[in-house]
């Protein structure tokens, strides 16, 4: 299972690598692989390269571009990969199902 995590907080994509790494460790019957990104061309460009992700974590609120622009542009590039969405407010929750997303996550997590 290939997870993309793109957040502009370094700390929260490792943490969310973490808690991702340590269910994936209690799952001894498939694979992953856990990618964090810090801005959205960069997860865009490895998307690219392998093809897509099984599952994208986006925060909402970054710089440049958000994570509601960041899943349009992944669906528009064609990637169906689930959605989870990070926010740390509910108020931008239902922006998240614009773009399909599977659901949301408030932070802290």
Do not use: W
């Not at 990104?37 to 974590?57: C, Q």
């Not at 925060?59 to 958000?66: A, S």
Request: net charge negative.
């Amino acid at each position: 299972m290939r997870i993309a995590i793109c957040d502009d907080d370094a700390a929260c994509v490792g943490q969310v690598r973490t808690i991702a790494g340590q269910y994936a460790a209690g799952r001894t019957d498939r694979s992953f692989l856990l990618d964090g990104f810090t801005h959205p061309d960069d997860l865009m460009e490895a998307a690219e390269k392998i093809g897509g992700y099984d599952i994208y974590i986006l925060d909402i609120v970054m710089p440049d571009m958000n994570g509601i622009a960041l899943g349009a542009k992944l669906r528009d590039a064609g990637y169906d990969g689930k959605i989870i969405c990070l926010t740390a407010s509910e108020e931008y929750s239902l922006a998240a199902f614009r773009v399909r997303a599977f659901d949301y996550l408030i932070k802290p997590i």
